[in-house]
Nanobody, 119 residues
Framework: VQLQAYGGGVVQPGGSLRLSCVASGRFFSVNVMEWYRQAPGKQRELVARITSGGITNYSDSVKGRFTITGDNAKNTVALQMNSLKPEDTAVYYC??????????????WGQGTQVTVSS
């Protein structure tokens, strides 16, 4: 299973970016897709998650500014980031929890995409 993330870049405070991630390879279904981020010197933290049923969760730091959406048919997830702040600067990673036809779930990570918020 491969996850390809893209859409990062440099933006000024208050600006917007949209990240996308697509899962490909051999799996039966994607149950959950998530976005994490890791800033220099900090632990990786969960930013947002969406289930295959469309249930979403956000960290308090991004609630109201970020929106996660998913497309089950295309195995993709997007993160629309608005009102960006310098503290949103980090490498963003997508993560997918997939099944292979049985009860077990497997977790896979994308390669990360850099988001820099700076004036």
């Amino acid at each position: 299973v491969q996850l390809q993330a893209y859409g990062g870049g440099v933006v000024q405070p208050g600006g917007s970016l949209r990240l996308s991630c697509v899962a490909s390879g051999r799996f039966f279904s994607v149950n959950v897709m998530e976005w994490y981020r890791q800033a220099p010197g900090k632990q990786r933290e969960l930013v947002a998650r969406i289930t295959s049923g469309g249930i979403t969760n956000y960290s308090d730091s991004v609630k109201g500014r970020f929106t996660i959406t998913g497309d089950n048919a295309k195995n993709t997830v997007a993160l629309q980031m608005n009102s960006l702040k310098p503290e949103d600067t980090a490498v963003y990673y997508c993560n997918a929890h997939v099944t292979r036809g049985g009860p077990l779930q497997y977790s896979y990570w994308g390669q990360g995409t850099q988001v820099t918020v700076s004036s």
